[in-house]
């Protein structure tokens, strides 16, 4: 039964999942209310698309789009359809019983039946004053290469990832489809990613690596020219032309203010049920990047938000709570589910 002064439904973040759960959500009557967080340095409200110049692969968009520009336009069709908005950070939660407690950053607190984080990941940058300046004006640094290596920016350049992990690896691969020379940039003398995709880089005839080299700034009013480098062996300086740079040295989730309430994988991501976004607590859900550390993508988070939304509602519906379901009640026999990547 439902307790006057409770939520229906709380959505933690304000990136693809985030947006896609309150559309979903607010469609089935179930008026969402929505924490967006605020600005803190390179965190934004909207998530990681913020620092994203230029989307060409986010699907309905055969002109390119900002990323700033699709986060806004999620907002208003969440609002559009009664989402609350509320633009504060959630220092903490409660979901050791119900209805559930979330403690925002300046008011009260919050009771909710259900709950969806989606709170997102934030890159690992270096913590180079204009690094992050560059990145955040679309001056050609980025932390992500399947969002941004297509853009004609980058395209016909030299281009630098730093790193030496898998993720790298992955970056300096897609962006010989586009440069006209890729170079990594790895301050220890080998990498730590797999032997295989080790391999697969330094056999690449478009791919040189400078070992044991450390970026100690990015050169670039507007745009990005260069960077200076020092060697972490001899600490000799040097400089290196660049038409962009990819940053691969880690994602970090978005899961502090969890305060361990709910299961995490090895990395840190919220832990789902296969193929779901139930989470270890019944009644709270995640989606997005909070949950990934293998497409993230824009496209991905929002298919997830939906499925977050989806559960919710339903857990709602069998609990008595809320208006009628989204979903048709009658269900097919379950199959046998898949391994879940998210698992």
């Given at each position: 039964?439902?307790?006057?002064?409770?939520?229906?439904?709380?959505?933690?973040?304000?990136?693809?999942?985030?947006?896609?759960?309150?559309?979903?959500?607010?469609?089935?009557?179930?008026?969402?209310?929505?924490?967006?967080?605020?600005?803190?340095?390179?965190?934004?409200?909207?998530?990681?698309?913020?620092?994203?110049?230029?989307?060409?692969?986010?699907?309905?968009?055969?002109?390119?789009?900002?990323?700033?520009?699709?986060?806004?336009?999620?907002?208003?069709?969440?609002?559009?359809?009664?989402?609350?908005?509320?633009?504060?950070?959630?220092?903490?939660?409660?979901?050791?019983?119900?209805?559930?407690?979330?403690?925002?950053?300046?008011?009260?607190?919050?009771?909710?039946?259900?709950?969806?984080?989606?709170?997102?990941?934030?890159?690992?940058?270096?913590?180079?004053?204009?690094?992050?300046?560059?990145?955040?004006?679309?001056?050609?640094?980025?932390?992500?290469?399947?969002?941004?290596?297509?853009?004609?920016?980058?395209?016909?350049?030299?281009?630098?990832?730093?790193?030496?992990?898998?993720?790298?690896?992955?970056?300096a691969m897609y962006l010989t489809k586009f440069a006209s020379e890729v170079v990594i940039i790895h301050r220890r003398d080998s990498f730590r990613a797999s032997?295989?995709?080790?391999?697969?880089?330094?056999?690449?005839?478009?791919?040189?690596?400078?070992?044991?080299?450390?970026?100690?700034?990015?050169?670039?009013?507007?745009?990005?020219?260069?960077?200076?480098?020092?060697?972490?062996?001899?600490?000799?300086?040097?400089?290196?032309?660049?038409?962009?740079?990819?940053?691969?040295?880690?994602?970090?989730?978005?899961t502090r203010f969890l305060g361990g309430q709910l299961e995490l994988s090895e990395h840190g991501y919220v832990r789902v049920t296969s193929w779901r976004t139930?989470?270890?607590?019944?009644?709270?859900?995640?989606?997005?990047?909070?949950?990934?550390?293998?497409?993230?993508?824009?496209?991905?988070?929002?298919?997830?938000?939906?499925?977050?939304?989806?559960?919710?509602?339903?857990?709602?519906?069998?609990?008595?709570?809320?208006?009628?379901?989204?979903?048709?009640?009658?269900?097919?026999?379950?199959?046998?589910?898949?391994?879940?990547?998210?698992?």
């Amino acid at each position: 039964m439902s307790v006057p002064g409770t939520e229906n439904i709380v959505i933690i973040g304000s990136g693809p999942a985030a947006w896609t759960a309150a559309i979903y959500a607010a469609r089935a009557n179930l008026n969402p209310l929505v924490f967006e967080g605020e600005a803190v340095g390179t965190d934004l409200p909207g998530g990681q698309l913020m620092l994203t110049t230029e989307i060409e692969n986010f699907p309905g968009f055969p002109e390119p789009i900002t990323g700033p520009d699709l986060m806004e336009r999620m907002k208003k069709q969440a609002e559009h359809y009664g989402t609350r908005v509320v633009s504060e950070l959630v220092d903490s939660v409660d979901f050791t019983s119900k209805p559930f407690r979330i403690i925002p950053h300046y008011s009260d607190a919050v009771a909710a039946h259900t709950v969806i984080v989606a709170s997102g990941a934030a890159a690992t940058w270096l913590g180079l004053p204009n690094e992050l300046r560059l990145a955040m004006t679309g001056g050609g640094v980025s932390a992500c290469a399947v969002c941004d290596g297509a853009l004609p920016f980058y395209r016909h350049k030299v281009l630098g990832v730093v790193g030496g992990g898998d993720t790298a690896m992955e970056e300096a691969m897609y962006l010989t489809k586009f440069a006209s020379e890729v170079v990594i940039i790895h301050r220890r003398d080998s990498f730590r990613a797999s032997k295989v995709m080790a391999n697969r880089v330094l056999s690449h005839p478009k791919i040189r690596v400078l070992w044991n080299a450390q970026v100690t700034d990015v050169i670039g009013e507007h745009e990005i020219t260069g960077v200076h480098l020092a060697d972490t062996v001899t600490s000799a300086p040097s400089t290196l032309e660049l038409g962009g740079l990819f940053v691969a040295i880690g994602h970090k989730p978005n899961t502090r203010f969890l305060g361990g309430q709910l299961e995490l994988s090895e990395h840190g991501y919220v832990r789902v049920t296969s193929w779901r976004t139930e989470t270890s607590v019944p009644g709270v859900f995640a989606a997005g990047d909070v949950i990934d550390d293998y497409y993230r993508q824009a496209i991905t988070s929002a298919g997830t938000g939906c499925m977050a939304a989806l559960e919710a509602e339903r857990w709602l519906s069998h609990h008595g709570i809320g208006e009628s379901p989204i979903l048709e009640t009658a269900e097919a026999p379950v199959a046998a589910e898949p391994e879940s990547i998210f698992s």
